[in-house]
């Protein structure tokens, strides 16, 4: 199978389309034989720090929630990590800021279009939301997530795993009964472990 195409991740790489505090350091991570995609908002601090996406306790949880180890994870040929923008857009009086949206319409759907093998697309958050399941645009999240049969085998959406959302998940427990288990099962069944 073909690598990701070297020109397109060179361009990404150097990109400069928007003025980001820490500066530009895209990350992401591709290959056109993945089957699962990731799709997020935009790394935090940790992760640009690092330049590793989900390296950190929201991560820890996100995997938990697909029942798959760091190697697994981190295998470009099985899972792309493709958020909606991939450089840390600072942060705001609630926490970061918003995904940047030049870096959106400039390379995700270059991306996107070079993963043809992809199975099941993890949606997490508003702005992930909004691009993949645009028909639920203003829909609360919670709302979307718990409609999780209407989007499987092909896609499911998850609130962000971020310690943040320890209340989150106190207040519906049907998600981690009922949703993780299939979530689980269904990532069993593409990638065979």
Same mark, same amino acid.
């Given at each position: 199978m073909a690598s990701f195409p070297e020109n397109l991740y060179r361009q990404i790489k150097q990109c400069d389309l928007c003025d980001v505090p820490?500066?530009?350091k895209p990350i992401f991570q591709a290959h056109p034989a993945a089957r699962i995609v990731i799709a997020g908002q935009a790394p935090g601090r940790k992760t640009h720090e690092k330049g590793i996406p989900f390296d950190d306790a929201s991560g820890e949880r996100l995997r938990q929630w697909l029942g798959i180890n760091k190697v697994a994870f981190y295998n470009a040929e099985s899972i792309?990590?493709?958020p909606m923008s991939f450089c840390f857009p600072g942060v705001g009086k609630a926490g970061d800021l918003p995904p940047r949206p030049e870096c959106a319409t400039a390379w995700r759907t270059q991306i996107m279009q070079t993963l043809g093998q992809v199975e099941l697309t993890v949606i997490i958050g508003r702005y992930a939301?909004? %691009?993949?399941l645009p028909q639920y645009k203003g829909v609360a999240v919670t709302q979307v997530v718990s409609e999780w049969r209407q989007h499987l085998p092909t896609s499911i959406v998850l609130p962000h795993p971020s310690p943040r959302n320890n209340? %989150?998940?106190k207040k519906n427990p049907w998600f981690e009964s009922?949703?993780?288990p299939l979530l689980?099962?269904?990532v069993v069944e593409i990638t065979g472990h």
């Open positions: 820490l500066g530009p792309a990590i493709v939301i909004d %691009w993949h209340r %989150w998940l009922k949703v993780i689980q099962q269904r």
